[in-house]
């Protein structure tokens, strides 16, 4: 039966691994498991059987040898929806490490082990399939994000990618890589995954040419690409049953051809490794995924030393906006390209064409985009169109603010941010932050309709998460036009 340790825990070689005082310990081979104060539909009981699987199936040595002693944190705490798999994680994560010799590990559910004092114990945190984590603000988020930033890792599996989604998390959001945006690929199947980096320290072991598991996945929205992650292992969005479903729909909805599943990143000091794969439970006895998982434990512990910085790259439509600009704009002219129409449809010749290098909020101001268009529009309708890409000249996360009557629409690397008409003028925000990165270029599309005299028309930067409103500018980037 369930055993409630009060103040010091004592474990045998092979016995369970540590919990932390006041905490329920995890079930003994065959027992029910539970998670304290947490609804649990039913977790996997760990038998013998499973037992037996996991470790024929365990490497017998580190992938690097540690350069000390290592502690593991394996938080399994969620908040709603709870993965079957957790417990099968946790006793997977312990015998890898005996087996290994490269950590030994105690598990907590309790967000009071967010301490720095209590974390400092430890080298590297797993979140174990956590879901909707509550993390309380303060000093527990701090505690995370100092932890991490000064030298220490984290690790993800699974539903942890489902995490600090809300506004007030953007900066855990930040640090993991982004927040999950829905789950197009079912637990129940057979999906194609594409190894992004063969010769990388974790992923050399995977087939080069790309391997098949039956697994769930996530996908991201755009926040989180090479942009902002180094991506080891992707979906192969070129097999046919994993673009697309049944009935020949696109399984998710980015439009960029990327869906990353593995990936680590810098946060600070720091190492973050996220796996997306452990919602099956024989994930957690097969082969390459233990590999996989002491790997990425051993970079994110710090023994396994990787290049962990973000390998730049420029989408394809931006590709090909800025080869076009430069054809018929060889001298870099700064801007957006403007069209304007005198009708409410974006139809027939324009009756002006302009550049306009920034959105400022006073209308007929010199930096406004209207004080040469407005002799020749007329007094009804007015829509206008501006397009190019814009070339951050910092990195940091924002989202785009566009100020407008009566309607706004801005599409972002060929993604809908912002679409809005009605009769006041007020802030809207993108649907998504964007993680700038100095000198990657994003392509810019906006539409903009007057139904009467008295434009009004703004676009900023939002930062996040403060919330900080930046007018753009030489300091903060530049504007190429399109050449179309």
């Given at each position: ?15 369970v ?44 040595k ?5 350069e ?9 705490r ?11 994680a ?5 015998l890898?490490?005996e ?20 974390l400092a114990?430890?080298d590297?945190?797993v ?7 509550d993390m ?8 995370l ?10 690790v ?6 489902d995490?600090f989604g809300?506004?007030?998390?953007a ?6 890589g ?8 079912g637990h ?18 995977l087939n080069p040419?790309?391997f098949?598991m039956?697994?769930?996945?996530y996908q991201?929205d ?5 942009h902002n ?10 097999d046919?049953?994993t ?5 020949g ?6 439009t960029d ?5 593995v990936w ?14 452990g919602?099956n439970?024989?994930i957690f ?5 233990l ?8 970079y994110?512990?710090?023994?396994l030393?990787?290049?962990d ?9 931006a590709?090909?906006?800025?080869a076009?600009a430069a054809e018929?704009?060889p ?26 290098i920034?959105f400022?909020p006073?209308v ?12 020749l ?14 070339i951050?000249?910092?990195s940091g ?7 407008a009557?009566?309607?706004?629409g ?7 941010e912002?679409?809005?008409s ?7 925000f993108?649907?998504h ?20 005299l008295?434009y ?6 939002a930062?996040?998460?403060d ?9 903060v ?5 399109t050449?179309?």
């Open positions: 039966m369930m055993k409630k340790i009060i103040t010091v825990v004592l474990v045998a070689l092979g016995a691994p540590a919990v932390l005082a006041n905490e329920a310990a995890p079930a003994q081979s065959g027992e029910e498991p539970k998670i304290p104060g947490i609804m649990v539909p039913e977790l996997t009981k760990v038998t013998p059987e499973i037992i037996t699987k996991i470790a024929a199936d365990c490497p017998a580190p992938v690097a040898v540690p000390r002693p290592r502690r593991l944190l394996i938080f399994s969620c908040e709603n929806f709870t993965h079957h798999s957790i417990s099968v946790e006793k997977a994560l312990t890898l490490g087996q290994t010799k490269a950590w030994s590990a105690d598990i907590s559910y309790d967000y009071a082990v967010f301490d720095a004092a209590k114990a430890y590297a945190i979140l174990n399939n956590c879901q909707n984590l309380p603000p303060g000093a527990p988020r701090e505690a994000l100092d932890f991490v930033r000064n030298g220490k890792g984290i993800a599996l699974h539903s942890a990618v995490n809300a506004d007030d998390l900066e855990l959001r930040g640090m993991m982004g927040c999950s945006a829905g789950h197009p690929w129940y199947l057979t999906w194609r995954f594409k190894v992004e980096e063969p010769q990388y320290p974790l992923t050399a072991h040419d790309g098949t039956k697994d769930a996945m991201f755009t926040r989180t690409g090479r992650v180094r991506v080891l292992v992707s979906m192969d969005m070129s046919l049953a673009a697309k479903d049944e009935n729909k696109p399984r998710g909805f980015r051809g990327l869906n990353p599943v680590v990143r810098q946060e600070g000091k720091g190492r973050v490794f996220v796996n997306c794969f919602n439970d024989e006895w097969n082969a390459s995924m590999q996989l998982n002491l790997a990425g434990i051993q994110a512990l710090g023994d030393k990787a290049d910085a973000v390998v730049a790259h420029v989408s394809p439509s590709t090909v906006a800025l076009k018929v704009n001298a870099g002219n700064a801007g957006l390209r403007a069209r304007w129409w005198n009708n409410n449809s974006f139809t027939g010749a324009p009756v002006l064409t302009n550049v306009v920034t400022n006073v007929n101001s010199p930096s406004s985009p209207f004080p040469a268009a407005t002799p529009l007329g007094p009804e309708y007015v829509t206008a169109r501006f397009t190019g890409t814009f951050p000249k910092e996360e924002y989202k785009f603010v566009a100020n009557d009566d309607y706004v801005l599409w972002v690397n060929d993604v809908e912002i679409a809005w009605g009769h006041t003028a007020k802030d809207r993108s649907t932050s964007f993680n700038l990165v100095k000198g990657v270029p994003l392509t810019i599309h906006m539409d903009y309709r007057q139904d009467k008295g009004k028309l703004t676009l900023r930067l930062h996040q998460p919330g900080e409103q930046i007018d753009f500018g030489p300091s980037g530049e504007f190429i036009p050449s179309d």
